[in-house]
């Protein structure tokens, strides 16, 4: 029993090598993100409350760009692993492609509609002011935001060829360059040290759009200078040329990762506007404990990751579909492990977390609460991500928006409308919702894994 969800040295080696990198990056990004919500938290409850709107909007954009680069990278790991650098060129080309596409196109829709989005969110019981401020403080943020969504998107299709093929360790010192360099300029630029000015919400999105780009530079820069690591870059912009099958193949496979993703952004921002209509105390509560519970995520977000790629190396290099299942089985055990343990962090500090923010003790007392209630919930969500990578690896990417974007629009958000509209029930109980939701996907998600349809080799085709 133990050999069944127990590795050996070398297959932990393998998983950790891919595993790590991505910790490192994803949770000094998020732990640089947790100190930027509290220095803004410093400035004010209104000033953080329209950060965290517009960041639920930026959530959006930010998976349809992960999206977008995800079907394209479904070959990109397979192509790494049966030694393809033309294939390789060619996913990245339309990363390029599609990941500017989409940014464009989203910052017209942020500039023109920006306010009337976060409106949306400020729609709770409280003093009209109050909302007015947070709107004034939320579209401050956001104009300055558009600047870095361009970098965002280019740097994102670079960082994830690079950790398709087995270059994970360059995104990640470039995003700790990044958050290094976000950190030191909010300091100084939210609240005007070493003759700075001050600039409050402002500075903090300067200091996001400047990092960007410093981690956009850092990943090109690298890729570019070392050809002899990334055979498949050279000639990468003499054209565009994507062979009409592969892009074709890629936009059958990839689209519904897209599609995806944005169903799935989408219904994590309607649920959380949903949530903020129990009240404007429920917008700052969720944020505070919203930002301390992605931190603790970022393991098993990161070992969902490591399975999607590690699987698809597989698969591209011809291994039996038993030994493909017996990985995930044993990475899957490891994410759950280590999940656990978070979860009992969490607990224990879900009481002193809140009581840095500058904020009303009433917003501390709900934070509290929900940060518990999320924890609970982290056991099924590590293994929802295990499964949805594993089944997205294999280009089964038609079902896993049945997965993971059909739930949440067909049963999670249709319950939360209706306890948020036609009863009086409190947040404390509505946010249960997820977590049911979640508990469903684990039976549906290990029904599909056992099945192991989800196993195809797609760069034999």
Same mark, same amino acid.
């Given at each position: 029993m133990l050999q069944k969800f127990i590795g050996n040295r070398a297959f932990y080696r393998r998983v950790l090598a891919v595993a790590i990198p991505i910790i490192i990056q994803n949770g000094i990004t998020m732990f640089v993100s947790l100190l930027d919500n509290i220095m803004v938290g410093q400035v004010g409850t209104y000033q953080m409350s329209g950060v965290s709107v517009v960041?639920?909007?930026?959530?959006?954009?930010?998976? &349809?760009?992960? $999206?977008?680069?995800?079907?394209?990278?479904? +070959?990109?790991?397979?192509?790494?692993?049966?030694?393809?650098?033309?294939g390789i060129r060619h996913t990245f080309r339309f990363k390029i492609l599609i990941c500017s596409a989409l940014?464009?196109?989203?910052?017209?829709?942020?500039?023109?509609?920006?306010?009337?989005?976060?409106?949306?969110?400020?729609? $709770?019981?409280?003093?009209?002011?109050?909302?007015?401020? %947070?709107l004034r403080y939320g579209r401050e943020y956001l104009n300055m935001m558009l600047l870095g969504m361009?970098?965002?998107?280019?740097?994102?299709?670079?960082?994830s060829t690079l950790r398709e093929t087995g270059n994970a360790k360059i995104p990640m010192l470039a995003s700790v360059a990044a958050v290094l360099v976000n950190l030191?300029?909010?300091?100084?630029?939210? +609240?005007?040290?070493? $003759? #700075?000015p001050a600039m409050g919400v402002r500075g903090a999105a300067l200091a996001t759009v400047i990092s960007r780009f410093a981690e956009l530079l850092i990943v090109a820069c690298w890729t570019h200078l070392h050809k002899d690591r990334n055979p498949y870059i050279r000639g990468i912009y003499r054209s565009f040329y994507i062979p009409g099958k592969l892009f074709k193949d890629i936009c059958i496979t990839g689209m519904p990762l897209l599609i995806n993703e944005f169903l799935f952004s989408l219904g994590t921002a309607v649920n959380n506007q949903l949530q903020s209509t129990c009240g404007l105390d429920v917008l700052p509560a969720a944020n505070i404990s919203g930002i301390v519970y992605n931190l603790a995520c970022v393991v098993f977000i990161a070992l969902g990751s490591s399975i999607g790629i590690i699987m698809g190396q597989m698969?591209?290099? $011809?291994?039996? !579909?038993e030994?493909?299942?017996?990985?995930?089985? !044993?990475?899957?055990?490891?994410?759950?492990?280590?999940?656990?343990?978070?979860?009992?962090?969490? #607990?224990?500090?879900?009481?002193?977390?809140?009581?840095?923010?500058?904020? %009303?003790?009433?917003?501390?007392?709900?934070?509290? !609460?929900?940060? &518990?209630?999320?924890?609970?919930?982290?056991?099924?969500?590590?293994? /929802?991500?295990?499964?949805?990578?594993?089944?997205?690896?294999?280009? !089964?990417?038609?079902?896993?928006? /049945?997965?993971?974007?059909?739930?949440?629009?067909?049963?999670?958000?249709?319950?939360?409308?209706?306890? &948020?509209?036609?009863?009086?029930?409190?947040?404390?109980?509505?946010?249960?919702?997820?977590? #049911? %939701?979640d508990m469903l996907k684990c039976l549906f998600?290990?029904? /599909?894994?056992?099945?192991?349809?989800?196993?195809?080799?797609?760069?034999?085709k």
């Amino acid at each position: 029993m133990l050999q069944k969800f127990i590795g050996n040295r070398a297959f932990y080696r393998r998983v950790l090598a891919v595993a790590i990198p991505i910790i490192i990056q994803n949770g000094i990004t998020m732990f640089v993100s947790l100190l930027d919500n509290i220095m803004v938290g410093q400035v004010g409850t209104y000033q953080m409350s329209g950060v965290s709107v517009v960041n639920t909007l930026f959530f959006v954009f930010n998976l &349809c760009i992960f $999206g977008a680069s995800a079907g394209a990278g479904i +070959f990109g790991s397979q192509f790494f692993g049966s030694g393809n650098q033309d294939g390789i060129r060619h996913t990245f080309r339309f990363k390029i492609l599609i990941c500017s596409a989409l940014a464009v196109l989203v910052m017209g829709i942020f500039g023109i509609f920006g306010s009337n989005l976060i409106s949306l969110y400020l729609q $709770g019981d409280g003093n009209p002011q109050d909302a007015a401020d %947070t709107l004034r403080y939320g579209r401050e943020y956001l104009n300055m935001m558009l600047l870095g969504m361009l970098p965002f998107a280019l740097s994102n299709a670079y960082a994830s060829t690079l950790r398709e093929t087995g270059n994970a360790k360059i995104p990640m010192l470039a995003s700790v360059a990044a958050v290094l360099v976000n950190l030191v300029l909010n300091y100084l630029l939210i +609240f005007g040290y070493m $003759g #700075f000015p001050a600039m409050g919400v402002r500075g903090a999105a300067l200091a996001t759009v400047i990092s960007r780009f410093a981690e956009l530079l850092i990943v090109a820069c690298w890729t570019h200078l070392h050809k002899d690591r990334n055979p498949y870059i050279r000639g990468i912009y003499r054209s565009f040329y994507i062979p009409g099958k592969l892009f074709k193949d890629i936009c059958i496979t990839g689209m519904p990762l897209l599609i995806n993703e944005f169903l799935f952004s989408l219904g994590t921002a309607v649920n959380n506007q949903l949530q903020s209509t129990c009240g404007l105390d429920v917008l700052p509560a969720a944020n505070i404990s919203g930002i301390v519970y992605n931190l603790a995520c970022v393991v098993f977000i990161a070992l969902g990751s490591s399975i999607g790629i590690i699987m698809g190396q597989m698969m591209g290099a $011809g291994d039996k !579909k038993e030994r493909i299942q017996d990985a995930f089985t !044993k990475m899957t055990a490891l994410s759950m492990a280590a999940t656990l343990i978070l979860t009992g962090v969490l #607990f224990a500090i879900s009481g002193l977390f809140p009581k840095i923010y500058n904020t %009303t003790a009433e917003v501390r007392t709900l934070a509290t !609460k929900l940060i &518990c209630i999320y924890a609970c919930g982290m056991p099924f969500s590590a293994y /929802v991500h295990a499964a949805y990578f594993a089944m997205r690896s294999g280009g !089964k990417t038609l079902i896993t928006t /049945v997965f993971d974007s059909g739930f949440i629009w067909f049963i999670s958000l249709p319950i939360t409308f209706i306890l &948020c509209h036609f009863t009086s029930l409190s947040i404390l109980v509505i946010a249960f919702v997820p977590i #049911f %939701t979640d508990m469903l996907k684990c039976l549906f998600g290990y029904y /599909v894994i056992k099945r192991g349809h989800w196993i195809q080799n797609l760069s034999i085709k």
